[in-house]
């Protein structure tokens, strides 16, 4: 089993920064890829960014140049740097965890943006 925890999230102004973690815990040596989605009201989860344990990184197309995902191995967190916020970006953020037979979501961090 493992059990993902996101904090971080907040209100915010557009054009400011937050910064999510998410904290891994249990059989961790089974993730591989780990991740962030975000789900707005009424729209579907997407994902926003994921990173997998050799380091490489994908991103949604409407935040590349403005998050950055990073991981740290050896504590079994991974991070979330969002920069130039936009009100578009409000939504509820997820951490994910994905590996063999491993897909394992948190909670949930809510962002709120303000015009």
């Known amino acids: 089993q493992v059990q993902v925890v996101e904090s971080g999230g907040g209100l915010v102004q557009t054009g400011g920064s937050l910064r999510l973690s998410c904290a891994a815990s249990?059989?961790?040596?089974?993730?591989?890829?780990m991740a962030w989605y975000r789900q707005a009201p009424g729209k579907q989860r997407e994902l926003v960014a994921a990173?997998?344990?050799?380091?490489?990184?994908n991103y949604a197309d409407s935040v590349k140049g403005r998050f950055t995902i990073s991981r740290d191995n050896t504590k079994n967190r991974v991070y979330l740097q969002m920069n130039s916020l936009k009100p578009e970006d409000t939504a509820v953020y997820y951490c994910?965890?994905?590996?063999?037979?491993?897909?394992?979501w948190g909670q949930g961090t809510l962002v709120t943006v303000s015009s």
């Open positions: 994910n965890a994905g590996g063999y037979r491993l897909d394992a």
């Open positions: 990173i997998n344990s050799g380091g490489s990184t």
């Open positions: 249990g059989t961790t040596f089974r993730i591989n890829v």
